[in-house]
């Protein structure tokens, strides 16, 4: 509910700015009701579409009712594959021109080939594949979290930078910095 209000609010302001853009970009599937000369839209997949059970109902409706009337208003579509790209145009009548493949970005600091890791980070990262899951059930990370947390090293959550030190102490053991 908070989401549509939200929405709804940022359209109506979008509606009262009296001048036109040059261009708006949409990072996020729908785009808004800003007035621009050019819109560019990110369509990262068509789940809620093919796959409507692995998302929330309300989600659904919002997708049916914006999505499709939405889409249209759009100069460009960028998708972040070919596979994404093949299939916009393919089962859902694209204009193979309107669309651009802008894979994501990556830090290649963080993210690199497993044969450049040093040992140490190569047996850090084999904690991970322990606690894998299946992407065929959008529901299963949550469903391993807690067995995630238990199992993973604890050297390794601050490493990741996103659970804060104190956090580490429901875990019990000791707890140290390197």
Not at 73 to 101: H, K, L, P, W
Not at 132 to 154: E, H, K, Q, Y
Not at 163 to 178: A, E, F
């Amino acid at each position: 509910m908070l989401k549509k209000i939200r929405r709804k609010s940022l359209n109506l302001l979008a509606s009262l700015y009296p001048r036109k853009f040059d261009l708006y970009f949409e990072p996020n599937f729908i785009p808004l009701d800003i007035k621009a000369k050019n819109i560019v839209t990110t369509v990262h997949d068509f789940s809620f579409q093919i796959h409507p059970n692995w998302h929330p109902l309300e989600r659904i409706e919002y997708f049916k009712n914006n999505f499709w009337k939405n889409i249209g208003r759009s100069n460009m579509i960028v998708t972040v594959s070919n596979f994404i790209r093949n299939q916009a145009i393919q089962e859902f009548g694209f204009e193979a021109d309107r669309i651009r493949v802008i894979p994501n970005g990556f830090d290649q600091e963080l993210f690199r080939p497993i044969q450049l890791l040093t040992p140490w980070q190569h047996e850090l990262s084999l904690a991970f594949q322990k606690a894998s899951f299946s992407l065929s059930d959008p529901l299963s990370p949550a469903r391993i979290c807690s067995t995630f947390w238990m199992r993973t090293p604890i050297l390794l959550l601050p490493c990741a930078g996103i659970i804060p030190w104190s956090w580490l102490d429901s875990r019990g053991g000791k707890i140290g910095k390197l």
